[in-house]
């Protein structure tokens, strides 16, 4: 279709000419992004307002249907129901509204309980700064943690201070791990490991999926005292006392305890910096016994620098708050860690999931 007034097409893209050379500039690939921040604002207030769930609890429904079981008046339900259905999220056929498939198989398989926590957690902690990005660019600090209440440098002294956003990172941090654990649980070989720490475990997420996944682990949660608490509340309500125990240190300060024949680091490497994730690689280097290994599992960039999309955009996130130097790194900058560190045997191991997650391991050369 081309447009009358200029004869240049308008599908399927908005056209441009450049003034300097009279050519065509296509500029659709721009709406996503420029909107980026109101595409969110639907999928949040799709959550905030249930749609999803009234719309498999009711079946497809009609507009003025969505209106009156979600009390909005009726142009309201029309914006979200525009906003929803332009970005996949809702389909529509013949007048009526439906969950797209993709959310359909994510209510079905109870993962958006999950993706709520998300977009509670984006909403709340990391959207207001994500506003100081160019700022943190320009400082080489994560300029938004001024957005948080109380003091101290990172976000996690910061959390310790606000027991209400405390609940909401680890509500979400667990639901983050549960969607991208798989790879840790089902891809890593556990056969000749009894004995396991994982360092700044958080809520124990990760301990209580391994314990249930390969029943002779046992497992150690190190983190620190706030995180320690919602840890052991978790280990007790799963019932796994007797087989994971939680202790409350910083693991830069304190001693770690040691002999172990797995050391993790779950989401850890992605907050400091590369002279910091080498010390902590050394320190479980020497809570091993020989012959054991190290694992670190994370979102990962690629060597290449130009990927993938999920790493980048999250980036903004690590840019912007948990520490100074936070952000995600490449596989390479892993493997020369660990090299570093006097680990061998560098093997990746990659997810086949939605994000890009993964596993690093080492092996401690027998004595
Ligand atoms: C991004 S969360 C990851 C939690 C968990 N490993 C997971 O994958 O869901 C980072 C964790 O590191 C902990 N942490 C931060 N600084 C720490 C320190 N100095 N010593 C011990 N733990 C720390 C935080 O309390 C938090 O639980």
């Known amino acids: 279709m081309k447009n009358p007034r200029t004869g240049l097409p308008t599908d399927?893209?908005?056209?441009?000419v450049n003034p300097a050379d009279g050519k065509p500039v296509d500029l659709g690939p721009l709406v996503p992004v420029l909107f980026g921040f109101a595409a969110f604002q639907q999928l949040r207030a799709a959550s905030e307002l249930q749609l999803f769930e009234y719309l498999t609890l009711n079946g497809p429904s009609t507009c003025d249907q969505v209106a009156a079981g979600l009390r909005l008046p009726p142009k309201s339900a029309r914006k979200l129901l525009l906003g929803t259905t332009s970005l996949g999220l809702t389909e529509h056929e013949e007048g009526r509204y439906a969950p797209s498939p993709m959310l359909r198989d994510a209510i079905d398989g109870g993962v958006w309980p999950l993706i709520r926590n998300i977009i509670d957690f984006q909403h709340r902690l990391s959207y207001l700064p994500a506003m100081e990005y160019a700022e943190s660019l320009r400082t080489g600090k994560n300029e938004g943690l001024k957005h948080l209440p109380g003091s101290g440098g990172d976000l996690y002294s910061r959390l310790e201070q606000a027991l209400d956003l405390e609940n909401l990172f680890f509500r979400?941090?667990?639901s983050w791990s549960e969607l991208s654990n798989p790879v840790l649980l089902h891809q890593v070989d556990y056969a000749g490991?009894?004995?396991l720490l994982d360092v700044g475990g958080g809520d124990a997420v990760n301990a209580i999926a391994l314990a249930r996944a390969h029943p002779h682990l046992r497992i150690t949660v190190f983190d620190l005292e706030g995180a320690t608490e919602v840890a052991r509340d978790n280990v007790a309500a799963a019932g796994l006392e007797d087989r994971i125990s939680v202790v409350a240190g910083d693991m830069f300060g304190d001693p770690l305890p040691d002999g172990f024949d797995l050391v993790l680091f779950a989401h850890q490497f992605v907050i400091w910096s590369p002279e910091q994730n080498r010390a902590l690689l050394k320190r479980a280097h020497e809570a091993l016994r020989p012959g054991g290994r190290v694992?670190?599992?994370?979102?990962?960039a690629d060597d290449d620098g130009c990927g993938p999309l999920y790493t980048a955009l999250d980036n903004v996130y690590f840019a912007?708050?948990?520490?100074?130097e936070s952000t995600i790194y490449r596989w390479s900058e892993h493997e020369d860690w660990l090299t570093a560190a006097g680990f061998a045997d560098i093997t990746r191991v990659r997810s086949d999931g939605w994000t890009p997650h993964g596993v690093i391991e080492g092996r401690k050369p027998d004595a």
């Open 172 to 174: 979400g941090m667990n």
């Open 320 to 324: 912007t708050l948990p520490a100074e």
């Open 193 to 195: 490991v009894r004995d």
């Open 12 to 16: 399927p893209h908005p056209v441009v």
């Open 295 to 300: 694992a670190v599992f994370n979102a990962f």
